[in-house]
């Protein structure tokens, strides 16, 4: 019997996603980097990291987990951690570009410093797009600076090797290392976001060493150099510092017991950890402990809700690409008005939500020079991570649905986005420690929310809702039921700033209706509310490239 052999030509399937130019075509991204200053050097770091090979590095790091090795070969203890080479290459490149310290270069770099974390948080937001995963140890290194400054002297022999650019992932002590990566170890099994019920404990040896025995739930980046620690210390919840190796150069007492098998952020290694005598440096005061890590953990939250701006537009991205080129009932996808209406909806959203992210890292830049910024980046910053961060999966979802099955299996990025976007919303506080720091400050600092509440209304003047908006956050948060109404008061204060930073990046027509469907009605299902009159300017804006 003759058998006619199948062709090869495929028809009507979008071309591979790849060589694509991640910082073209976005414009909370090229409105975020011309006032930071950064003219056309993302558009090249969007086209090397939208290459090909810059793509397959994150899929392979994600297919390759990380391993653990409690021992040699020869049964002697080691606890190292094996990542796969497409991981060293992501840390190396990154690292490269600074996202582990820009911020921190200071004089060496005068005109980069006082922009630093606005132009940080557009290159954090374009390699989140490739692979979030190893994001975490840059984010925590570049973050822990600003622990260690109750540490002068701590802070004086690390920062070198914290600004320093050259990746180097050997397992040796800190100080043969010319870069180094820095952790963090807050979590235990009988007590999470309740860090006063830690039980680890750290007893003083002299000075300001200690010996910290215990166990963690949650060790992040267990391959980094050293690692700030809370524990039980004589006075109280103290801070340390933790490294890899013990000052006369012997592997320190951190025994690492298991990975975590995680939904997502499989690139990166997480795992439960037992310190035994562990060598460690107090960081700050005895029983100020959480409020020496406070600023790290801001910083880090900053780069939470980066990331999954980030993630929401590698998404979009793809869903765009695929309504691009897929034809369905002779009209390109993008061009049936049902299709047309969810993609215009999720541009609008992303737009609106990268703004504010990169809106309050620019307040962190400008917070010692304004009361003003400093309080937007006291108070905004578990806000936009409470929105941003929990926004990220059910976009991801809606994203994927544009692409039907074919988003839905593991070839396509869509499902590895999926997974990773919860991770952002839970880590360094979920949503309702988020909603509750704000009605922690409202109870403690009325005057500042007001300020913030009033500045926003100001800037948000004439946009649909608005006004009515931040009444109702201020009703929330004073009334004698503050907790309850704490969720209810973040959401709607972030959708506020979204607005506000919407407005001063893009045009007014799009900040009215980003106000309109967002703050003056109950928002609706992506591509059911009202946006025809911005419909096919978002399509536009976000087709560009």
Partial sequence: MDFTPLADEVSNQPPPYADINLAAGDPALTAAADRAGMNGALLAFGAQWGGSDQLALGRLANENPPELHSHDPQGRRCDVVEFHPAYHALMAQSMD?????????GPARPAEARRGNAQRATRLYVVSQVEAG???PLTMTHAAPASLAAAPELLRDFLPRIRARNYDGRFVPFWEKASITIGMSMTERQGGTDVRSNTTQAVPTGGSEYEITGAKWFLSAPMSDAFLVLAQAPGGITAFLMPRFRPDGGVNGVRLTRLKRKLGNRSNASCEVEFERAFAWRVGEEGRGIATIIGMVQMTRLDCAVSSAGLMRAALARALHHARHRTAFQKK??????MAMVLADLALEQEAFAAL???????????????????????LTPVAKFAVCKAAPAFIAEAMEVLGGNGYVEDCALPRLYREAPVNAIWEGSGNVMALDLARVAFREPDLVQAILANLKE???????AAATAEAVSQCLHSGDREAQ??????????????????????????????ATRLATVRGSYGANAIDAVRDLMLERTLAA
Avoid: I, K, N, Y
């Fill in 486 to 515: 704490a969720r209810r008061a973040a959401e709607a204060l972030a959708l506020l700033a979204a607005a506000a930073a919407l407005s001063e990046s893009a045009p007014t027509v799009v900040a009215e209706a980003f106000a």
């Fill in 357 to 379: 992210a990169f809106r309050l890292a620019l307040s962190f830049d400008e917070a010692s020079g304004s009361g003003t910024e400093a309080a937007h980046a006291r108070v």
């Fill in 459 to 465: 800037r948000t003047r004439g946009l649909p809702g």
């Fill in 333 to 338: 996808l993008v061009d049936q008005p049902a």
């Fill in 97 to 105: 570009a600074g996202l582990h310290c820009s911020s921190w270069d």
């Fill in 134 to 136: 190893h994001v975490c």
